[in-house]
Structure formats: structure tokens, C-alpha cells
């Protein structure tokens, strides 16, 4: 076939997912459906930088960029600054340096382009400090090192070797010296360095607590255990001069600045109001007396603008130039107790406690014209004193009872501020039980009864008539495409979407089941320990009391159209007890153990004419029956020990068995009788005996279970058929807990990190997507499929616990050529590009270049090995996806191979794709485009 540029065609659902394989493309990986619980604590923004085209900051543990825009705002790594972000971030043009977890980290806002740049020592990293084109850091508490760099791995050297640290650990700039403690050349106290190679200069014994720049001249208030008092320094011994100490300094004196002049809170007679200092003790003074008499004007901080500060007392806003007469109102009683400078514009901001409090938020110029009130939220708070500008507008955190602490930005009207992106927009989810799937609707519990049809607007709480319309336990089953609720209130049927929705029973009801046309409840009786059996046929007025029974709360079972379940009396104990649906036909199965002791557990495994369930000392027997009291008999294990019942396939039970000195017998299949009974598969070499983990489940024809022990801890989960060939191993899971549940048609399966689905066969057997939604650990229990969804209760970091869905069939997509293009080299134009090496993972983007849009969901890609060193191969994945969706490219050393493959994409990808190379050598990649779906 010959694909004309720019063609399209549309591709059926079968040919499709033919041509896909088992790739998670378009519509596997998970999404929400819906946030059910909105409430939220916020994703506690804390701002950590900008540069000229992007502002960073930290949210929900992870670091975020954005370019002012929902789509441009993303998180792109897992480092976050430590810290106050003023000390301990940087920017150097359009990158920004931070301290983080993994070390000094560099980013330009991709991921990508976000790397480290110096690996920590011992301790944390302390404080970052920019001095021309460089950033000077430190390692932390116990390496007295200094480094620097210009923003690269080379330009990252070593900048001076201290004996010691001492003191603060903190390094401080102005704007042509660089200020840091510690011992040098047998001198302990505070240097300076103008960054050159001659020596740092030995300031004095001085330990800094809070300092601030003023153009050439480093302010500073010392710490104890000398005193708190003011210091100004020029870099020089004979220039650094003590200019005030208590108790005109408080010890809570904040700094700002005016021009070429010092701001900051002093004390004498007047109270605590703002000072002034030119760097002299003549020119230490007071600015002005804002509060009355002895009153303080209790400034909490300066925000510089222009040549001008400004700052806020007693609610109202004040501007100076540094001088008394400079000194002026600007605006009277804006409620607000703070203010921060972004750009051109002041922010103001924050809850003043008076009856009622007042909250407030403010955007001015300067001026008392400029001043506007652009407060979204009555119950909304400035959470601190950050505030960045970007592209005219100021991004600040701000908080929220209906979002918590967000990122919000305002332009400096009230219509123009708003929060930028809800990021944590639940972290209260949760609450979930008893889903129950129909044909074409879910039905759970989730602080009420719901049901779903995998859509937003199909997922909607059902009311139930009657006094409780939205309760609170209970749980749901469903028969068909009508889920039936059972609880305090009694037994109601919905219909699909639960806007049909009627009570067919006003018993109280504890459990349900359905068994062929019939359903059957249990509700508490008037006796103690004892439980009226009822039978309906799923209609209103079609219930009928069945009988009074001793029961065990524990699930019964459908068997032939009636049910099994476990019940005990004071003469038998726990033993099987069977109902037909009749007074007379509901009765003790058979004493498996005379006596009051126990002869059965609560778990029943039926097939169409046989039950099997547990009984002995610790469930270590495997019984089975008929329906009778003569057809229920042991069957005979040969002495060894019952350790696992996988589940039934029609009559045949699988399970496995061990000796009594633990020599696992692997997996094992029973009709009920001796002949019946036999050995599927024996246990593989490598595998531990005692190490059989999750519980093994049937799925249409096929036996799934998980056993570890499989080279490094692994966990293996096989498939079976029934038959020695038809069992293997359909994954691994290197370290991880699996848990597993059965579906129509398939398995679903869960570890810490994601869900997965498997039809029985390996290339079958793959990851839903990227790891970053999953089940609330390896547990399934919340999880059903609806026709070709798997609706699950999943959890991620911005919602909690909510409502997830996964399809399992690809939808119908355009398929659109181009003509072949080159997405990627690493050979680069110029010969310059550095090959791929050993065990490496690289990402390449594929949208916006060679005319695929951003918003295609598959690419047809050329994958080209050259000049591979030795024998091995590529794996090429959608970004961020699990390795078990990866399309393998394999090569021979000094070979050139290429092979073509139709790659999904998947929104956590943003367009790009990732190569590894799997060989011992190096190799170039080269990656050729030639058409993409939509």
C-alpha cells in the first residue's frame, strides 16, 4: 500500500490495536473520571525562582514551571529547593540553580535540560550566592568547601578550601564581593573574596544571622554569642564598621532597602518604627515616628521599588525616599499587614484579626490611584511574602478554603487575577468499597451510593428513597445492567444511571447475592446470633421470607440457584450450610467435624455441579460436595498440606499443595476425586517454596497467581491452562507486591507504583499507562471492568482517592502521512552529537517537529542503530512509561539495523519518546518519522 502525503484514513478499533499490539497508545492509559471529593488541602506552593520566560516553584513535592499558562505549567522534577528559596536558589539568565535533594541542580525549565550539576557531601547544601556570571555554593555542615559554576557540568570547579566551618552557614553578595564564614589560614570569622584567585580578606570574628546587599556593601545584624547589633562591610578590614547594637537593635529587626540606603526596624523611645542607615553611625537614625507616643508602628517588611520603599503600619500602606520629609502615607486602612515588590508593581496582602477578621489582597503602583483591590476570595489569604513577575502579571501562593495553597496570578485588576492551575485539587479522596460491575454501569459506595458509566457526566451519586437517601455502609451488586444497594435501609434496585431507582425490600439488609434468576439477602433477626434468610426476585413486593438462620457474617456463594454459605451453632460450630431458596431446603449441609468444633471455613469455591472449601486444623483440608449430605467427602491429597486455593475453571478446582517439610508441589487440579487429582506443574528451579504471594485467581479459563523468588526478589506472575505446557510466566516485577483481581475477559493486576491488565498471554500481560495513578498499594479490591473499561478507585497526588478509568479497546483513529522526516540523531548535523552508551536512557521529542501535531496519539516511527560497538539493542517507549510497552530493535556490533514500529503516545509523554540502549557498548540512534494517528 502507498501512502500519499498529507493522506488520512480512518482505522477500525481491531486493526488498530492489530497494529499497536500491546502498546498503552490513545486510550489505555488511566484517566479520571471524576473528582468526587473536591475538598482539598492544596498543593503548598512555595516559589522558588524565575527567569525571564518562566517562574519556578514547589508543589505537592515536586518542582513546576510555568510560562504563565495552564498547558505551560508542568512539573519536571523530583528535586526540590531546601529551604528558604532565597537562599537557596539562583538564576543565571534563562537557567535556575537550586539546591535539592540529589545536589546542585541546573534547570531551563524542561525536563531535560534539568540535571545536577554537583552531587552533595555529607550534610545538606547551605545557602547559594551569585556574584557576576557565576553562583558560589557550599556542600554542607561537614565539608568546609566553597564551589562554584557558571551553569555547567565544566564550569562547576572547586572554588576555596576552608579548614573548617564556623558559624552561620550562610553566603552573601553584593555587587562585586562574595561574603562566607569559616576557618581560613588559621582565622576563623567572616571573608570576603572579589572571586579571583588572590586570598579571601579576614573581616573579623563575626557570626552573620540576617544580611542584606546595598549595592556595594554588605549590611549585616550578627548573632549571639558576642551580641545582636548592626555591621556594615565594603569587603575591606579597615571598612567593615559596627554601627548599632541594643537596644536600639530588636532582635527582630527585618532588613530593607531605599536607594543607596539601609531600611530596617530600630527601637528607642518612640517604640519600635523604621530606620534609616547610609552605612555611617552618624547616619543610623530613625526614619519617623508612625505610632503614637511610645507606640510601635510593628513594620513586618520592606518592598523596594524604583527608587523608592514602601511598607505597611497598622494597615495602611507608606512609601519613603530615605529621608523624614520622603516619608508618607500612601493609602489609609487596606487591612493589609504586608507587602512584596514583583516587577514594576507592590503586592499586598494578608488577615487582620479583628471582629470579624479581615482579609485582603491588593495590586498597586505607588500610587493611591494605583492601589486596586483585586481580592478573589473573601475566605482567600496571601500564604507569604513570595511574588514573582512574569510577562506583566505577578504569580504569588495564595490560599483558599475551596482549593487550599495554589498558584495564583493577577495583571492588577480583579477580572485578571485567578488561580493558574489547580494542582492538588484533592487530596481528601478516599472512602471507597463494594464496587459491583453491570453491563454498561459501575455501582459503588463512596459517602453514598453511585453509579458510572466511565463518563464525567455519567458518574452521578444515587438517591435513595426513603430516610436515608445517600447512607453511609452498605454495599452493591449488580445483575445484568441493574445494581442492587443492601443496607440499613433495606434492598433498592437501580437502573443503569440510578435515575430509576425503587426499594424492593424494607428489611434491613447485612449481605446479598444473587444466584440465578433469585436474589438472596440476610437481615438481622430479633434473636441474638440469628439472621432471617430472605429471597426476592429483584422487584418491589417480590421478597419472601425464607427461613431463620444461624450465619456467619462472611460472603455467601451462588450454587445451583441457591446459595452456600457457613453458619454456626453451639452443637456443630462453624460447618456448610446450604439453602435451595425454601424453608425446607435450607439446612446443615453436613457436620464435616462431629462435634462443636469447626468443620469449615467462610470461603466457598462453586462450579456448576461442585463446591469445594477448606476445613482442619488451619484450612490444611480440601472437601468437596454436590449439594448433599452423602456427596460431601474429603478428597484425598496424599498426605500433603493445603496451602492455596487458586479457584474454579467449571468443575475442576486448582490449587497448590507442599509436604510437611515444605517441598512445594507448585500447582495442582481436582475434580473431587482421587483419579481426578493431579500435578499441573511442578515448582520451577530458583523459586522459594514458602513464597507463593497475593491470592490466585480464575478468569475465564485461565489460573493467575504470583510466586517469588525469581532471580533478584522478583515477583512472577504465571498463567495457566490447566495443562503443564499452558502454564508459564506472564511478567515479572522486580521487588514489587502484586495484588490480582479477576475481570471479564482478563486479569487486572496492582502493584505500589500502577495497574496492569493481562489476557492470559505474555505480549498480553502489560503496565495501563504511566506510573503515576495507582490503586491504594497492591490492592484490587476497588476495581471493575465495565465493558471495555476497567473503572477502578485510583489515587494520585492531585486528587486522592477518585474515580479512574482505563479503556481496554482502541478507539477508531485518522491515520495521517508525512513525508519521511528526521525527529532525532544523535550523530547531530555537524558530527558534533555524542553516541548512546551502555544502559543508558535518552529522551527525544517527536510532536511539533516534522509537521506531527501536539495532539497526536501515535506515530509511525524508523528506528536506525549505527555503527553499534557490540552486539545488543534499543528499546524505544513512549516517555515516562513502563519498559513492558517498549518496541525492541536488535543489532549486531558494527552493523547498521533499522526496523519500523507504530508507537503510542500518551499525555504524561508530552510528545517525546525515550531510547535505551541495551548492549555493552555505545551506538548512535537516528529516528525518522513517516505519519501519526489522531
Not at 545538606?124 to 555554593?137: E, H, P, R
Amino acid at each position: 500500500m502507498t501512502f500519499l502525503r498529507g493522506s488520512r484514513f480512518l482505522l477500525a478499533a481491531p486493526l488498530l490495536a492489530s497494529v499497536l499490539q500491546s502498546v498503552p497508545s490513545v486510550a489505555l492509559p488511566p484517566h479520571l473520571v471524576k473528582d468526587i471529593d473536591d475538598a482539598t488541602q492544596g498543593a503548598a506552593v512555595e516559589l522558588a525562582g524565575a527567569t525571564p520566560s518562566l517562574v519556578f516553584f514547589e508543589a505537592s513535592h515536586a518542582l513546576y514551571r510555568s510560562d504563565g499558562t495552564v498547558s505551560g505549567t508542568f512539573p519536571i522534577s523530583n528535586d526540590t529547593p531546601n529551604g528558604d528559596r532565597k537562599a537557596f536558589a539562583a538564576t543565571l539568565g534563562n537557567t535556575l540553580l537550586f539546591a535539592g535533594n540529589r545536589g546542585l541542580v541546573r534547570t531551563d525549565g524542561t525536563v531535560e535540560g534539568t540535571m545536577v550539576l554537583k552531587e552533595p557531601g555529607q550534610g545538606s547544601y547551605a545557602t547559594l550566592a551569585k556574584l557576576g556570571g557565576f553562583v558560589y555554593f557550599d556542600l554542607g555542615f561537614s565539608l568546609p568547601q566553597i564551589w562554584r559554576t557558571d551553569g555547567t557540568p565544566a564550569g562547576t570547579s572547586l572554588f576555596r578550601q576552608l579548614t573548617n566551618r564556623s558559624g552561620g552557614f550562610y553566603l552573601h553578595a553584593t555587587s562585586d564581593r562574595i561574603y562566607f564564614e569559616g576557618t581560613d589560614s588559621g582565622l576563623t570569622g567572616l571573608f570576603s573574596s572579589n572571586g579571583g584567585p588572590e586570598p579571601p580578606v579576614f573581616l573579623g570574628t563575626l557570626t552573620v544571622r540576617a544580611a542584606q546587599a546595598v549595592g556595594p556593601r554588605l549590611f549585616f545584624i550578627t548573632m549571639f554569642p558576642s551580641e545582636v547589633a548592626l555591621w556594615v562591610s565594603d569587603g575591606t578590614k579597615a571598612g567593615t564598621v559596627r554601627l548599632l547594637g541594643p537596644p536600639e537593635l530588636p532582635q527582630d529587626s527585618v532588613l530593607g532597602v531605599c536607594g543607596d540606603k539601609l531600611l530596617f526596624m530600630g527601637q528607642d523611645a518612640a517604640g519600635k518604627e523604621p530606620w534609616v542607615s547610609d552605612g555611617t553611625e552618624a547616619g543610623t537614625k530613625r526614619l519617623a515616628d508612625l505610632g503614637a507616643g511610645a507606640q510601635s508602628s510593628d513594620v513586618q517588611s520592606f518592598a523596594t521599588l524604583g527608587s523608592k520603599a514602601y511598607f505597611v503600619s497598622e494597615w495602611d500602606l507608606w512609601e519613603t525616599d530615605g529621608t523624614p520629609a520622603g516619608t508618607r502615607m500612601v493609602l489609609e486602612n487596606l487591612g493589609a499587614t504586608e507587602v512584596v515588590a514583583a516587577g514594576q508593581r507592590l503586592l499586598l496582602g494578608g488577615e487582620t484579626f479583628t471582629s470579624p477578621s479581615r482579609r485582603t489582597l491588593w495590586v498597586s503602583d505607588g500610587t493611591a490611584g494605583g492601589t486596586v483591590d483585586v481580592h478573589p476570595d473573601p475566605e482567600g489569604n496571601l500564604q507569604t511574602r513570595d511574588a514573582l513577575p512574569l510577562s506583566g502579571r505577578i504569580f504569588f501562593p495564595y490560599y483558599t478554603d475551596r482549593f487550599g495553597t495554589e498558584l495564583w496570578a493577577t495583571d492588577g485588576t480583579p477580572a485578571g487575577t485567578g488561580l493558574l492551575l489547580d494542582i492538588e485539587k484533592s487530596t481528601l479522596g478516599g472512602g471507597f468499597s463494594g464496587m459491583a460491575a453491570g453491563a454498561t454501569h459501575a455501582y459503588f459506595m463512596r459517602q453514598g451510593v453511585w453509579s458510572s458509566d466511565g463518563t464525567e457526566s455519567g458518574t452521578r451519586q444515587v438517591v435513595l428513597p426513603g430516610p436515608d437517601p445517600a447512607p453511609s455502609s452498605g454495599h452493591t451488586v449488580a445483575v445484568g445492567d441493574v445494581g442492587y444497594f443492601c443496607g440499613n435501609a433495606g434492598v433498592f434496585r437501580m437502573e443503569g444511571s440510578g435515575s430509576s431507582t425503587v426499594r424492593i425490600a424494607t428489611e434491613p439488609c447485612v449481605w446479598i447475592v444473587p444466584s440465578g434468576g433469585t436474589l438472596y439477602f440476610l437481615s438481622p433477626s430479633a434473636l441474638p446470633a440469628r439472621y432471617d434468610l430472605w429471597r426476592s426476585d429483584g422487584m418491589p413486593g417480590g421478597s419472601q421470607h425464607v427461613s431463620e438462620v444461624p450465619v456467619s457474617l462472611d460472603r455467601p456463594v451462588a450454587f445451583q440457584g441457591g446459595i452456600l454459605f457457613s453458619a454456626h451453632t453451639s452443637q456443630t460450630g462453624f460447618e456448610p450450610w446450604i439453602s435451595d431458596g425454601t424453608p425446607a431446603g435450607t439446612h446443615l449441609l453436613k457436620d464435616v467435624v462431629p462435634g462443636p468444633l469447626d468443620g469449615s471455613d467462610s470461603t466457598f469455591f462453586a462450579g456448576p455441579t461442585r463446591a469445594f472449601f477448606r476445613s482442619g486444623i488451619s484450612g490444611s483440608e480440601l472437601w468437596v460436595t454436590d449439594g448433599t449430605d452423602g456427596g460431601t467427602h474429603l478428597v484425598p491429597l496424599g498426605g500433603l498440606v493445603l496451602t492455596a486455593v487458586a479457584g474454579q475453571i467449571g468443575d475442576i478446582l486448582y490449587f497448590f499443595l507442599r509436604t510437611p517439610s515444605f517441598d512445594e508441589r507448585f500447582l495442582w487440579r481436582t475434580d473431587g476425586t482421587a483419579a481426578g487429582t493431579w500435578t499441573v506443574k511442578t515448582l520451577p528451579e530458583g523459586y522459594v517454596a514458602t513464597e507463593l504471594t497475593a491470592s490466585p485467581v480464575v478468569s475465564g479459563g485461565t489460573v493467575y497467581f504470583v510466586f517469588y523468588g525469581l532471580g533478584e526478589n522478583a515477583a512472577a506472575l504465571w498463567g495457566s491452562d490447566g495443562t503443564e505446557a499452558g502454564t508459564r510466566v506472564l511478567r515479572t516485577f522486580p521487588q514489587s507486591t502484586v495484588g490480582l483481581q479477576a475481570v471479564p475477559g482478563g486479569l487486572a493486576f496492582a502493584t505500589w507504583e500502577a495497574i496492569g491488565y493481562s489476557d492470559g498471554t505474555p505480549e498480553g500481560t502489560r503496565f495501563l499507562g504511566p506510573a503515576d495513578v495507582r490503586l491504594q498499594g497492591p490492592s484490587t479490591v476497588h476495581l471493575v471492568r465495565v465493558g471495555s473499561m476497567l473503572l477502578f478507585a485510583g489515587w494520585d497526588s492531585g486528587h486522592g482517592e477518585e474515580l479512574w478509568r482505563a479503556d481496554l479497546v482502541e478507539e477508531a483513529r485518522l491515520f495521517y502521512t508525512v513525508e519521511p522526516c528526521r525527529a532525532a540523531d544523535t550523530r547531530a548535523i555537524d558530527g558534533s552529537g555524542s553516541p548512546m552508551i551502555a544502559d543508558s536512557t535518552r529522551e527525544f521529542p517527536v510532536t511539533g517537529r516534522c509537521g506531527i501535531p501536539a495532539d497526536a496519539v501515535g506515530v509511525v516511527l524508523n528506528v536506525t542503530v549505527v555503527n553499534p560497538s557490540q552486539q545488543g539493542y534499543v528499546e524505544v517507549l513512549p516517555a515516562g512509561l513502563d519498559l513492558a510497552v517498549a518496541r525492541s530493535t536488535s543489532f549486531s556490533a558494527g552493523s547498521t539495523r533499522a526496523s519500523s514500529t507504530i508507537l503510542g503516545l500518551v499525555p504524561a509523554s508530552r510528545g517525546q519518546v525515550s531510547v535505551c540502549l541495551r548492549a555493552p557498548g555505545s551506538a548512535h540512534v537516528v529516528l525518522d518519522v513517516s505519519g501519526y494517528f489522531k
